[in-house]
């Protein structure tokens, strides 16, 4: 079974930085289609970014501008660098796979938890 493992949560004021890492061992890696998910207290899970197999990016309004969702093929994982934190980044972060070959898998989930 493959397993996704996030890491890179945590406490951070308001206007910090964090980078979330989701090592994603689904081959073959170069056809994955990548993003991250966010799911806060009392609200709907909702796409934060994603990148395809192409390189194409996509990201929610609220984030634009300040988080870039990049890939490492050669290490198989894909992060998220989050940059101007507000206290309403405040969620669980989930990492999602999709493989034409292999479907779709999810990650545990990590917290992000931002302070004013």
């Known amino acids: 079974q493959v397993e996704l493992v996030e890491s890179g949560g945590g406490l951070v004021q308001a206007g910090g930085s964090l980078r979330l890492s989701c090592a994603a061992p689904?081959?073959?890696?170069?056809?994955?289609?990548m993003g991250w998910y966010r799911q806060a207290p009392g609200k709907q899970r909702e796409l934060v970014a994603r990148?395809?197999?192409?390189?194409?990016?996509n990201y929610a309004d609220s984030v634009k501008g300040r988080f870039t969702i990049s890939k490492d093929n050669a290490n198989h994982t894909v992060y998220l660098h989050m940059s101007s934190l507000k206290p309403e980044d405040t969620a669980v972060y989930y990492c999602n796979v999709q493989n034409p070959y292999r479907g779709t898998y999810w990650g545990q989930g990590t917290q992000v938890t931002v302070s004013s």
């Open positions: 990148i395809t197999r192409g390189g194409t990016t």
């Open positions: 689904v081959s073959p890696f170069s056809f994955n289609d």
